[in-house]
């Protein structure tokens, strides 16, 4: 049986997430979530990122009071992207952009 996760529309297979693991893997972070939590402004911020650039990576600071499970999955609603990974307090969200010029844009395995 094949494995998916499901999150805002967007089902990855097993496979796909561990191409975009592995891609994550060198990013560093573009947003860090500090003591102003989850604001409209950090959302926007972070749809941004995504519209920019597919796959990004957002550090959950000490100081932002939220928690880690709930803030990756309502980061990943607010911004219609899918949680690939949640690694201590870093998140890795993904959402493709079809309107990226195509060298730009992340080419998932199939299946």
Do not use: C, W
Not at 18 to 34: C, E, N, R, S, T
Not at 70 to 99: D, F, H, I
Request: avoid cysteine; hydrophobic fraction near 40%; glycine fraction near 10%.
């Amino acid at each position: 049986m094949k494995e998916t996760a499901q999150q805002s529309g967007h089902i990855l297979t097993t496979r796909q997430k561990k191409f975009l693991k592995g891609l994550g893997h060198d990013l560093a972070p573009v947003i860090l979530i500090g003591k102003e939590g989850m604001s409209d402004r950090l959302i926007g911020a972070a749809d941004l990122e995504l519209a920019r650039h597919e796959l990004i990576k957002i550090r959950i600071g000490n100081n932002s009071g939220l928690e880690k499970n709930e803030t990756a999955t309502t980061l990943a609603a607010a911004t219609r992207s899918t949680l690939v990974q949640l690694l201590g307090k870093t998140v890795l969200l993904y959402r493709s952009n079809p309107e990226l010029a195509k060298d730009k844009q992340l080419v998932l395995p199939k299946g």
